[in-house]
């Protein structure tokens, strides 16, 4: 294991919010992209940070505080946080690695917002 390996995280549930989200191809099939959100508590300062899983070989990790509020994201700057983090998308049987990269923004949104609050 590499030392930046992401093996999980620890998040106190009074000092965050955290939103998840899987794109998969039906419902018992392994996902396609993941994302989980973790924000700051509402009402401070907002630092928002996004760990995608099924996009490259190794979960990415982007922090995304310049691109939320708490209304949702601010495009198109979020997008391109994203696809920018996803240099190098993996490519399987499931879905090749440009689909990946184009859908990993979605993917991220939808878990901002749960984590919000607000129906992606």
Do not use: H
Not at 24 to 33: D, T, V
Not at 66 to 76: I, K, L, M, Q
């Amino acid at each position: 294991m590499c030392s930046s390996d992401l093996t999980g995280f620890l998040v106190p549930a009074d000092q965050a919010r955290v939103g998840y989200y899987k794109l998969k191809l039906a419902e018992g099939s392994w996902p396609i992209a993941t994302a989980t959100a973790v924000l700051g508590p509402a009402g401070t300062e907002m630092a928002a940070t996004v760990a995608l899983g099924g996009v490259a070989a190794r979960p990415v990790r982007i922090d995304v505080s310049r691109a939320v509020t708490e209304d949702g994201v601010v495009e198109p700057t979020f997008t391109e946080l994203i696809r920018s983090a996803v240099a190098e998308p993996w490519t399987d049987e499931l879905a090749p690695g440009s689909y990946r990269r184009q859908v990993s923004p979605v993917v991220a949104r939808r878990a901002v917002k749960n984590a919000i609050g607000v129906r992606p």
